[in-house]
Nanobody, 124 residues
Framework: QVELVEAGGGLVQTGGSLRLSCAAS????????MGWFRQAPGKEREFVAA????????TNGDSVKGRFTIYRDNAKNTVYLQMNSLKPEDTAVYYC?????????????????WGQGTQVTVSS
């Protein structure tokens, strides 16, 4: 069992930056691929970014390419999402997820564990 706790959300102006973190419990974190997803009100969950177990492979959603960066620190059992050049359309609840596999996936159904989410609001 893995517990995930997100932090770092908040209110920011257009063009600003935020860094989200996701702290994981358990000794198996370093073997799991990790992902970030988001969901805005009235919209479906959207893939944001994912990272392989060793951090060497990452993939981003099309809407955040060039603006968001995912990285991890296995010594701290933490994965991060650096978000730059934020836009109002980035407003959503952001969820961290862990996959019982060491390769990246863009599909939410491939992730077994989910955090409670953290709200990100970008004002225009």
């Amino acid at each position: 069992q893995v517990e995930l706790v997100e932090a770092g959300g908040g209110l920011v102006q257009t063009g600003g930056s935020l860094r989200l973190s996701c702290a994981a419990s358990g000794r198996t974190f370093s073997t799991y691929a990790m992902g970030w997803f988001r969901q805005a009100p009235g919209k479906e969950r959207e893939f944001v970014a994912a990272i392989a177990w060793n951090g060497y492979s990452t993939t981003n959603g099309d809407s955040v390419k060039g603006r968001f960066t995912i990285y991890r620190d296995n010594a701290k059992n933490t994965v991060y999402l650096q978000m730059n050049s934020l836009k109002p359309e980035d407003t959503a609840v952001y969820y961290c997820a862990a996959r019982r596999d060491n390769t990246v996936s863009r599909l939410g159904l491939n992730y077994a564990y989910w955090g409670q989410g953290t709200q990100v609001t970008v004002s225009s």
